[in-house]
């Protein structure tokens, strides 16, 4: 059976690659990104959307009218809009996560940055993000592009991913490591 991981990361690949080349033509790169945000924002939002993205169950035109009407709604037009449909016509609205997390990777990449996926229990201040990119910044000796989602199930501390990177400093993660240690000892 094949490795699905990679067959996403492959198909996402391709798809953001194509999706960066559009937007780099239209000269739209960061309002393409913004809207992808906001597409990222919605599916987090909506076990609905979740659902028709991950589903087998729809078929390729229901997805397609489906995800153009969600579009539509969301002001998602123009690139992004059409690219969604392309996503859906082709079955591969499964790949839209990845899709976006790539794009946010080569579009940094393109700009001479890193990019980095930072996890917090709550939502960072303007200057702990200032703080947190300085820090990053000075380890990687690049400017650093960060995207910071919100878990409140690590109930403090941050994941960072930075390239094949990642440090976990997360509380929930040190109790886990905690409770081996307290097993091993009784």
Do not use: C, W
């Not at 490795?3 to 239209?26: H, K, M, N, P, Q």
């Not at 939002?45 to 539509?72: H, M, T, W």
């Not at 709604?73 to 016509?89: C, D, E, I, P, W």
């Amino acid at each position: 059976m094949a490795d699905t991981s990679s067959l996403i990361s492959g198909v996402a690949e391709r798809y953001a690659s194509s999706l960066f080349e559009l937007a780099l033509e239209a000269g739209s790169e960061a309002a393409v990104a913004e809207e992808l945000t906001r597409l990222e924002s919605l599916i987090e939002e909506s076990d609905d959307l979740k659902r028709l993205i991950v589903s087998p169950v729809f078929s390729a035109e229901d997805q397609f009218k489906a995800i153009g009407a969600i579009a539509d709604k969301a002001g998602l037009t123009g690139l992004v809009g059409n690219f969604l449909r392309v996503v859906a016509k082709n079955r591969r609205l499964f790949a839209v996560p990845g899709i976006i997390r790539a794009y946010r990777l080569i579009a940094a990449r393109h700009r001479g940055e890193v990019s980095a996926e930072v996890t917090s229990a709550h939502a960072l201040s303007a200057e702990q993000e200032n703080e947190l990119k300085a820090a990053l910044k000075s380890v990687t000796g690049k400017d650093v592009a960060m995207h910071v989602n919100v878990d409140p199930s690590i109930m403090g501390g941050l994941i960072v991913k930075v390239g094949s990177r990642q440090i976990d400093t997360s509380l929930r993660s040190k109790l886990s490591t905690l409770k081996l240690a307290l097993k091993e000892v009784g």
